[in-house]
């Protein structure tokens, strides 16, 4: 995946309310999800984003107003320029790569069994990378998810401060998701 250098530590802003954006744009980060976009807001929102040499990620689930078919993948790709996407849907996913997205897939670790699952779908997936959340949780797993993964993993959720984050960096995940202002 060349769009994103994952020798490094990546923090990636989450943009829950679009003021916050341009503090992201002012960062050193290379991708910012922007996760309350909706089709009225998708395209000046992604101009902004690469006007500042950055990418754009959105996920799927909280994309509003927007048909998540493989038409819709192809809009976001083509009209709207998006560069990746997150989901927990392996098919949306699917389709998303078929059209040149890059793809990360979402795995919510709330029990033994979801990781499990999240276990098997790691080791066969053909995505981009994948999200782990919550952070603690991802940290306590982390040492089975690598023994298997072989894509970028990162950790999201519940993440407020620089020890938490570093603790992330030092356990070995690629990087982060996180909506705090201060850490990115």
Request: net charge positive.
């Amino acid at each position: 995946m060349s769009w994103i250098d994952f020798s490094e530590f990546q923090v990636i802003p989450s943009i829950r309310k679009l003021n916050d954006l341009e503090i992201a744009l002012k960062s050193d980060v290379q991708v910012i999800l922007l996760t309350e976009a909706h089709i009225a807001n998708l395209l000046d929102l992604v101009k902004l984003v690469h006007a500042k040499d950055k990418k754009a990620l959105i996920n799927l689930e909280l994309l509003g107003g927007f048909g998540k078919d493989h038409v819709g993948m192809k809009l976001l790709k083509n009209y709207y320029h998006v560069d990746g996407v997150m989901s927990t849907d392996s098919s949306k996913l699917g389709m998303a790569k078929q059209c040149g997205l890059v793809t990360f897939q979402r795995f919510f670790l709330h029990d033994s069994r979801s990781f499990e699952t999240t276990l098997k779908i790691i080791e066969s997936s053909r995505v981009d990378g994948a999200e782990l959340l919550p952070a603690v949780m991802a940290l306590d797993c982390y040492s089975k998810l690598i023994s298997i993964a072989k894509i970028p993993l990162l950790a999201g959720g519940f993440i407020r401060d620089r020890e938490m984050m570093e603790k992330i960096k030092i356990c070995g995940f690629k990087g982060l998701t996180v909506s705090e202002k201060s850490l990115w």
